[in-house]
């Protein structure tokens, strides 16, 4: 057996607010919509992978989700230009990447990399 995918659920009671962060801000797409339930999603093969920390690096919170972008930059602009407020970074950390947290709508932690 092997698994195929790997699903992250957020619990909300508005389900057409991850639209402003998921595909507005980060630029995913829709892939399903029921009503009570949006997926969000690429179209570009993605690794599996699923973490398990005591911390999420450099003394700071696990995050509920991260979210590896091509473009920090761009990430960070748009974030900001949405109205989130980036709540630890941008830095580069010492394990190869440049990083940033901020809350999602449904106050997730939310952190975005990119791989230096």
């Known amino acids: 057996m092997k698994v195929k ?3 992250t659920n957020i619990s909300t009671t508005d389900v057409t607010e991850a639209k402003r962060f998921y595909q507005d801000v ?10 009570w339930i949006a997926t ?3 179209s570009d093969n993605m690794s599996i992978q ?3 920390a005591s911390e ?6 696990v995050p509920d989700v991260s979210i590896e972008v091509d473009d920090i930059n761009i990430a960070i602009e748009r974030v900001i230009k949405a109205g989130f407020r980036i709540e630890y970074g ?3 950390e010492p ?3 440049r990083r940033f947290y901020v809350r999602d709508p449904f ?3 939310i952190n975005i990399l990119a791989h230096l």
């Open 26 to 35: 980060l630029g995913l797409d829709v892939i399903m919509d029921y009503g």
């Open 107 to 109: 106050g997730k932690l």
């Open 5 to 7: 995918r790997i699903v």
């Open 95 to 97: 394990w190869g990447v």
């Open 50 to 52: 699923i973490s398990f």
């Open 40 to 42: 969000y999603g690429s």
């Open 56 to 61: 999420g690096g450099s003394g700071t919170p």
């Open 90 to 92: 941008p830095v580069d």
